[in-house]
């Protein structure tokens, strides 16, 4: 049954379509709520990063009351639908698949800023049966991008708002199918903010976007449809801190990430995405019942992030030993400096920082004048800006089958080819005023001599200089390629409707180094193709079935159960053992399964709609990977964690009750649980060593990141000539920080004498973020000017303005101690790094006034 | 179908993209009227040197004393040594015009980028520690250790950049052969010892100056031995060498994270350039960076 929703994620829409309301009535208040909807989406909940730590999955549903509305209720705090990865989440265009092979993940990038092109959308949730695939744990969506399934008409939207941006306007046009069986569609967004009208200081956001579909149907039976788009969006990024932070700035949005530069505000970290994509779509109605439906999608994604490095003092102000807590124990527990001495020092910096802002951000200055000074006696810029390209070429196909055998039984069949090429480097964005760079790896120098090649990040072209624009440290590609066939049946039998579906694929992939890194010198022995050249070729073959159906027992009532057995290929993302520096996979690298069960009842009366679901998922096998400074071996390291098994599971709650004609209470809740069900293997390799080391990481129990856990929300719902006004309280509880492997490996809990008497470890709690209430409002009217309708919304977000909500974070990777690395001894530090994960906080009362008119 | 709307809105798409430049512009580099570090407000009001702050503060170089310059006074001195390898680490070594040295020791990495060797400075000196770090004279502040110790340790860094100003005075420093090769006029001269002079220099009158020593070898180099191993250190995290001509209150001190600290020590005989720095009764050279290793031919 295919669903033609629109944004039903973001919308009420599915508890209203049961309740009397006019038509025009109703599309005027869709219209607004996907707007905010979708503005909330696309800029704020969903990580836009390349390489985000955050991310969130945009499940939706046609049928149940939580999963349609959870994502645009909790945006705020970034929630994720039962904190699954976004790789679970699985995303179409016209039916082809376009998450990243990758990594998994679909970056909402590539869409944004063009709201009135992806309102039309099929979802399912995870045991929904769909038109286009069997569904990941984590739903699946389908874009329709077909030109003459656009609104007809013309359309100018503007908004202000106080958050990522400040302005947004966008404009389209839609033609609808002429008598020629032509249609057009385009639309133009554009989003803005400089660094005095971006909500977080230090930042600002530069985007434009542009989206064009035409389609020709030739008869009944033929269409072909273009769409081609665009969105260049160049953004400066907020940096999380510690609470010590926070509090010394007296501000939950300190970000750390930028400076002044001659009198002028400068960001660090700023982030240029652009991907064109285009996507040829060919539907064939074979008959009555039958069609096929067939896309190919080309995507050439630009993605640069830059960042402020160095070989010297760490010039970020929030570094730790430029914290007030760096001098004096202010934790009581650690063995640190307690002295009347080391207490002035900590209020001397604790002074230092709350003198002006200016001692809490980058002094750009300072970096330009060190280079200049270094410059003249010919040694390399000690400070300097670089930029991390994840380029990538993405060629996909997709095609699907579909058959109505009769009126109780459809049958859908699918294939999906995909290629991915990752272009990977890195590029010397800013000398800040040096005038000498070279490619060598000045962290391993102190640990050989200069002349050996282990300091060499290209042993092609050693000791190469490096210039503005230049390619530097490694540069490679992951190439990866991907076969699916798929098929599901939906059938309807006396009182249940069922569908089963299946998928079996193949996965290939291979890494293509195009610098030499030093430690894997051939004439030391080294294999030709360690590091420069193409690795060899990891293989996989991986599918799944799964299983659904709804027990309709009368009254409206209804039971739903659904379950599902996966084998996943893992990601080339997780797959090398270091991809900056060589060619090798890791080692037991395998197939992740999954096993996700599901059980629901529905209830849908006159005056009440309720959804109540439980869910079951185990994942075993998994692969995961990191970097990270690591103190206790004094290096950058790549870790690998392998044989990972979580465990997800807990219960959702989505009630509605129409009080009056008008007024709808809303109440939504879930309590869920998604941690490490068993400790994990790990090996790992540091960036000045070269060698693998393995360990066990002792992370049972550790919880995913990032999202609340439980969360509750009670709204009122009301809507009369044409005013719509919304308040919606919002609980949220039990938000953890990113838990930091290298704080629980084997040898660093030893490290650490975290140790029982009976030789068992102390595990470190995973340090945990404040939740709390946050009160949401929505006000909005439609007018008609000449005879077309003119919407007025503003929408206020946090109205209590609730600054102490933690919305994610992490653990710090560093270590409470400093480790002798020949006798293994340590030296308890004074600065704590265990009691100051980093963190990020809710944003306190903001808005969005938004207007549109159609005409 | 509308093919104006069609053609302006591609118009509107092809504007735009031209209106939105990017925001992250090219960066002029900063034009600096004065240095971005340091205190530039510190005034010249009562300029010393080492001998009179020594005077004024004679504890200056008592092990576990740490003594606090009240008295309103100006340091002015050159820098001779910092941390361009990281072997003097977190700390910087000054000379004044009359030859006279001390350690100042701060909390900083990469201070070397903005205090070259040679960069004139001034010091207020009222408000930080003077004391001995094994006799070595030493400025800085207190730190106690957890035996109850206290002695003059590093000064915090904001501490620091509010203590000094950078002069714009900088003297050219050359060794006994620079100045042969390459002379610079009126270019300040290392002094050179050959050994039987090095051995009657009074420790306490020279100790911290830069200084070199002509013709000398290390115990143990056969080409592989390396300055400061991690294996040659132990449990330590520096390496203690010493010379073949010498006996062992004549020392080498490499740290172990210095950017030298794996390359092959030569095996014949130098002209060793250094902070000759002392602990207690022990000469202790603190090589600077790899150009202060001389092979005499």
Redesign the interface.
């Known amino acids: 049954m295919e669903k033609k929703l629109l944004l039903a994620a973001f919308l009420s829409l599915p508890a209203a379509i049961g309740f009397a309301q006019n038509n025009a009535t109703k599309e005027a208040e869709k219209d607004m709520k996907q707007d905010n909807a979708a503005f909330t989406f696309t800029e704020q909940q969903l990580g836009e990063d390349d390489d985000m730590t955050q991310n969130v999955i945009m499940v939706n549903s046609n049928s149940n009351l939580y999963t349609s509305n959870v994502g645009y209720l909790w945006s705020p705090v970034r929630f994720k639908f039962r904190a699954y990865d976004s790789k679970y989440s699985e995303t179409y265009m016209n039916g082809v698949q376009v998450n990243n092979l990758e990594n998994g993940q679909f970056n909402f990038s590539t869409v944004g800023g063009m709201n009135d092109a992806t309102r039309n959308q099929d979802a399912a949730a995870p045991f929904e049966s769909n038109a286009f695939c069997m569904a990941g744990i984590g739903g699946s969506s389908n874009y329709d991008f077909r030109a003459s399934n656009f609104a007809v008409g013309?359309k100018v939207t503007l908004s202000a708002v106080n958050r990522n941006y400040s302005a947004r306007a966008m404009?389209s046009?839609g033609?609808g199918l002429?008598e020629?069986g032509?249609?057009?569609f385009?639309t133009?967004g554009?989003r803005w903010a400089?660094m005095n009208t971006a909500a977080v200081k230090g930042t600002?956001y530069?985007?434009?976007s542009?989206f064009?579909a035409v389609e020709k149907r030739f008869d009944d039976r033929h269409s072909l449809n273009l769409a081609v788009w665009g969105n260049?969006a160049?953004r400066?990024q907020q940096g999380a801190s510690t609470d010590e932070a926070y509090w010394l700035a007296n501000d939950r949005q300190y970000n750390p990430y930028w400076g002044y530069?001659?009198g002028e505000k400068?960001?660090s970290r700023?982030v240029n995405n652009f991907e064109p994509s285009a996507l040829l779509t060919w539907d064939y109605q074979i008959n009555d019942r039958m069609k096929l439906t067939t896309s190919a999608f080309i995507k050439y994604a630009l993605y640069s992030a830059?960042r402020l490095n160095?070989n010297?003092?760490?010039p970020a102000p929030d570094y730790w030993?430029?914290f007030p807590s760096y001098?004096y124990d202010v934790w009581g527990a650690t063995?640190g400096?307690k002295?009347q001495?080391?207490y002035l020092?900590w209020a001397?910096?604790r002074d230092?920082w709350m003198a002006s802002e200016r001692?809490r951000q980058i002094?750009?200055?300072?970096l330009?004048?060190?280079?200049?000074?270094?410059s003249?006696?010919g040694r390399d810029a000690?400070y300097w800006i670089e930029a991390k390209h994840n380029n990538h070429l993405a060629t996909n196909l997709g095609s699907t089958f579909d058959w109505s055998i009769n009126k109780s039984i459809k049958l859908q069949a699918g294939i999906q080819l995909a290629s991915n090429k990752g272009m990977h480097y890195t590029t010397m964005h800013?000398m800040l005023?040096g005038q000498y760079f070279h490619n060598v790896n000045t962290y391993a120098?102190?640990?050989?001599?200069?002349t050996?090649s282990e300091l060499q990040y290209d042993l092609n072209n050693p000791n190469g200089e490096v210039k503005e624009g230049d390619k530097m440290r490694y540069d490679y590609d992951i190439i990866t390629q991907n076969a699916k066939l798929w098929t599901a049946l939906v059938f309807d039998k006396g009182i249940t409707h069922s569908f089963a579906a299946a998928k079996i694929g193949g996965q290939q992939m291979w890494r293509d180094g195009h610098m030499l890194n030093g430690f894997y010198d051939p004439a030391k022995g080294w294999d030709k193709n360690a590091s420069y050249g193409k690795s060899k070729t990891a293989r996989f073959l991986d599918g799944g079935v799964k299983a659904g159906s709804t027990l309709n027992l009368g009254g409206g009532s209804a039971v739903t159960m659904g379950i599902g057995a996966e084998a996943r290929a893992p990601h080339a993302k997780v797959a090398f053992v270091s991809p900056e520096m060589n060619n090798n996979f890791v080692s037991n690298l395998k197939n992740e399964k999954i096993l996700s069960a599901e059980l629901g009842y529905a209830l849908n009366t006159k005056w009440m709609r309720m959804n109540l679901t439980g869910y079951l998922t185990h994942t075993y096998d998994g692969t995961e990977w990191e970097n990270f400074y690591f103190d206790d071996g004094n290096s950058f390291a790549y870790v690998s964690l392998t044989d990972v098994k979580k465990i997800y599971y807990g219960a959702e709650l989505g009630l509605k009750f129409k009080v009056t004609s008008n007024l709808d209470v809303n109440v939504i809740g879930t309590l869920a649980e998604a941690e490490y069900a068993d400790n994990t293997n790990i090996s790992y390799m540091l960036s000045t060593k070269g060698t693998v080391l393995t360990d066990v990481c002792h992370n049972k129990g550790m919880r995913e990141s990032g999202t609340p856990l439980a969360a509750a929300s009670v709204g009122l719902s009301y809507s009369i000539n044409r005013w719509y006004i919304d308040l919606n309280g919002n609980y949220y509880d039990r938000i953890y920080l990113s838990d930091s492997p290298s704080m629980r490996f084997g040898r660093s809990l030893a490290a650490a004498g975290l140790i029982e008497n009976d030789g068992s470890f102390i595990i470190p709690d995973q340090a945990k973020g404040k939740g709390g209430f946050m009160l949401d409002f929505s006000i909005g009217h439609q007018f008609r000017i000449a005879h077309r309708p003119l919407s007025v919304n503003l929408m206020i977000t946090n109205l209590l303005n609730n600054r102490n909500i933690c919305t994610g974070g992490y653990e710090q990777s560093r270590s409470d101690y400093s480790i002798?690395?020949?006798?293994g001894?340590t030296n308890q530090r004074t600065y704590s790094f265990s009691n100051n994960p980093k963190k990020f906080y809710a944003q306190g009362i903001n808005g969005m006034l938004n207007i549109n008119y159609r005409f | 179908m509308k093919i104006n709307n069609i053609l302006s809105l591609l118009a509107l798409i092809i504007c735009a993209s031209g209106f939105t430049s990017c925001m992250d512009k090219d960066w002029d580099a900063p034009t600096f009227e004065q240095p971005p570090y340091g205190n530039n407000d510190i005034q010249a009001t009562n300029v010393i040197n080492i001998a009179q702050l020594k005077q004024m503060y004679p504890k200056y170089a008592d092990n576990y004393t740490c003594t606090l310059m009240n008295k309103e006074a100006q340091l002015k001195v050159y820098i001779t040594g910092n941390d361009i390898s990281g072997n003097l680490y977190n700390a910087i070594s000054v000379q004044d015009e009359n030859g006279d040295a001390l350690i100042v020791a701060i909390s900083e990495n990469s201070i070397f980028g903005y205090l070259p060797v040679g960069q004139e400075i001034l010091i207020e000196t009222k408000g930080l520690y003077i004391g001995g770090y094994g006799n070595q004279p030493q400025i800085g502040q207190p730190f106690t250790n957890k035996s109850g110790n206290t002695y003059v340790s590093r000064i915090s860094s904001s501490i620091w950049q509010n203590s000094f100003k950078i002069l714009p005075t900088k003297k050219n420093i050359q060794t006994e052969s620079e100045q042969a090769q390459h002379p610079i006029d009126g270019a300040t001269i290392i002094p050179a010892y050959t050994i039987d002079q090095f051995k009657k220099l009074d420790i306490e009158k020279n100790c911290g100056k830069l200084m070199t020593l002509k013709g000398v070898s290390i115990k143990g180099a056969d080409g592989k031995k390396t300055w400061a191993n991690t294996e040659d250190a132990g449990s330590q995290t520096s390496v203690t060498l010493y010379f073949n001509e010498l006996s062992t209150s004549f020392e080498v001190y490499s740290s172990t994270y210095c950017k030298f600290a794996y390359e092959p020590i030569p095996t014949g005989k130098m002209n060793l350039t250094g902070i000759w720095k002392r602990y207690n009764k022990y000469w202790e050279l603190i090589i600077r960076d790899l150009n202060d290793i001389e092979l005499v031919k």
Request: charged letters at 20%; proline letters at 0%.
């Open positions: 013309q404009y046009y033609s002429n020629k032509w249609a057009f385009g133009i554009y400089d600002f530069n985007s434009i542009g064009l260049h160049e400066a530069q001659n400068r960001a700023i830059t160095y010297g003092q760490n030993k430029n001098n063995d400096n002295s001495d080391d020092a001397e910096s230092y001692n002094n750009f200055d300072k330009y004048y060190t280079n200049q000074q270094v003249t006696t000690i800013d005023g120098k102190g640990s050989y001599a200069s050996a002798n690395s020949t006798t001894t």
